[in-house]
């Protein structure tokens, strides 16, 4: 292909994806509106997309860079001297360390546990999975938070790590990290703060003068911290930090092999090849949005969210499943409402808001992530709700037919065939036609199918999903296996 071809091929590949600048996208990407910054950091992503992080001799540019932003997340997180950092490619490999440098912090214990609430983000789930350890799931109370009392009581010996969130993603609210992380401490556990989301507002929303519920170092008892940078530092995608109180802390994070002929292996992350992009992407949004920046965007994001948390207050029929404590918004619809439909009536508007499936006792919800850039469109978006609800109103719920809800409860997720599989993704309309499994236009028949579905039957519903997107691209008439090129 020819670069014309090639651009005009990306473009049209782009413009099927969510817009990432706008303010209009209210999950998975923040938008600062700051074009001058994200093209200064565009420049510096394709500057070092070709540096190796994997070797801090070869590039000594992306360890001061890291160091530097260690260094700035440290004076956010009021970390004391001691505190140390690495910069990760997003909050779930924060995470996955946090989990696994506890883990390989008890070497004597032949199966380690961790204690979560069960609002912890599926990070630690995956965490425990991929690290053969036990999780213990402790149920919040009414108000969303973690119980400090309950998750002291499924603590034991085996114990390496607990975990709050600042906040939590789902509902928005700042778990009781002095309580949890005191009581660790007194256990000598490790306390994590989840702050993936929280980390890069909740330092600047507290210097506005705005309470916020202590979770930082200053709290005694915190070991570690992750905050995203690719999410409210508002950098280009694949940077997080995680902050280990001490040196030793983070020592069993880090892994070396020397035992082979090849090169001297030293890593301080999941990766090792690491792309200098993401690094140089962050250090130049940090630095070039600054303190003054971050607090003016960290003013205009909390702003927004108060604005549409009000408004969804005076919308009949949406609730706020809780008072934001930061930039997330979680709302519930009462009876005759189908969250999913309003979901999808809001994509049709132009608005990108996430739907949650109902969890526990907990009804379905909405969750927006609010960014600087959505202020100046809240009333367009309240407006927007409004229409959505009616619409949805009318449409009514989506029938979820009585025989596949039967036949969902009585499924053995564990033992399905293939061929189970795909009459199930049928019935839910993610089947596609013939060959390719198609993204289907409206999510709220999918959603309605997949909510009444125990969590298990879910996972491998969404995991043959996912098989079956994910399927070669097979150029043709390539040169094959024993022909020539001509
Ligand atoms: C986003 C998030 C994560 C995971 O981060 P990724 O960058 O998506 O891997 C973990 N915890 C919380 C609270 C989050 O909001």
């Known amino acids: 292909m020819t670069p014309a071809e090639i651009r005009a091929r990306l473009a049209g590949l782009q413009s099927e994806d969510l ?5 209009r996208t209210l999950a998975y990407v923040y938008d600062a509106g700051l074009p001058e910054v994200d093209a200064l ?4 992503v394709a500057a070092f997309a070709g540096s190796n992080g994997l070797d801090p001799t070869a590039f000594p540019s992306l360890l001061t860079m890291e160091n530097e932003l260690v260094g700035v997340a440290a004076n956010l997180l009021d970390g004391p001297d001691s505190v140390v950092g690495t910069l990760t490619s997003g909050g779930t490999e924060s995470c996955l360390l946090a989990v696994q440098a506890a883990r390989d912090g008890r070497p004597d214990l032949a199966r380690a546990s961790l204690v979560v609430p069960d609002t912890v983000h599926a990070a630690f789930h995956k965490a425990a999975h991929y690290f053969g350890m036990e999780i213990r799931v402790v149920p919040t ?9 309950a998750m002291d009581a499924a603590c034991d010996a085996s114990t390496v790590l607990v ?15 002095t309580e949890v992380a005191g009581a660790a401490a007194a256990r000598g556990i490790r306390c994590h ?3 993936c989301i929280g980390g890069w507002v909740l ?3 507290s210097r506005l003068g705005r309470p916020v519920t202590p979770w930082t170092f200053a709290v005694d008892g915190v070991t570690s911290i992750s905050a995203d940078l690719h999410k409210y530092g508002y950098a280009p995608k694949g940077a997080s930090l995680l902050l280990h109180r001490t040196p030793a802390l983070r020592r069993s994070q880090f892994f070396a092999h020397a035992d082979w002929p090849g090169y001297t292996m030293l890593n301080a992350t999941l990766q090792s090849t690491r792309s200098g992009g993401p690094v140089a992407g962050a250090w130049t949004t940090v630095r070039a949005i600054g303190t003054d920046g971050y607090l003016a965007l960290t003013e205009a994001a909390l702003e927004a969210t108060d604005q549409i948390a009000a408004g969804i207050g005076d919308i009949d029929g949406l609730d706020l499943v809780a008072t934001p404590e930061s930039t997330l918004i979680a709302m519930t619809a009462g009876p005759g409402l189908d969250v999913f439909t309003v979901a999808d009536e809001m994509t049709a508007r132009g608005w990108f808001v996430q739907p949650q499936l109902s969890h526990a006792e907990q009804p379905p919800s909405l969750h927006l992530s609010v960014s600087a850039a959505t202020l100046a469109g809240v009333e367009e978006f309240l407006e927007a709700l409004e229409t959505a609800v009616a619409q949805a109103r009318a449409a009514g719920p989506v029938p979820v037919d009585a025989d596949v809800v039967a036949l969902l409860h009585s499924l053995d997720p564990r033992t399905l065939s293939e061929e189970e599989f795909d009459a199930l993704l049928a019935a839910g309309g993610l089947a596609g036609d013939g060959e390719a499994p198609g993204l289907p236009e409206q999510m709220a028949p999918v959603n309605a199918l997949l909510d009444a579905a125990p969590p ?4 491998a519903v969404l ?18 296996p024993g022909q020539r090129l001509q």
């Open 163 to 177: 975990v709050v969130s600042a906040p939590s993603y789902a509902h928005g609210v700042i778990d009781p990290v």
């Open 193 to 195: 703060v989840d702050a």
């Open 463 to 480: 995991v043959a999903f996912l098989d079956r997107l994910s399927r070669p691209v097979r150029p043709i008439g390539a040169v094959g």
């Open 141 to 149: 109370g009414p108000d969303h938070r973690a119980d400090p009392a």
């Open 41 to 44: 950091a565009r420049e510096a």
């Open 203 to 205: 330092p600047f929303k």
């Open 19 to 23: 817009p990432v600048h706008g303010g």
């Open 456 to 459: 298990a039957l879910r996972e």
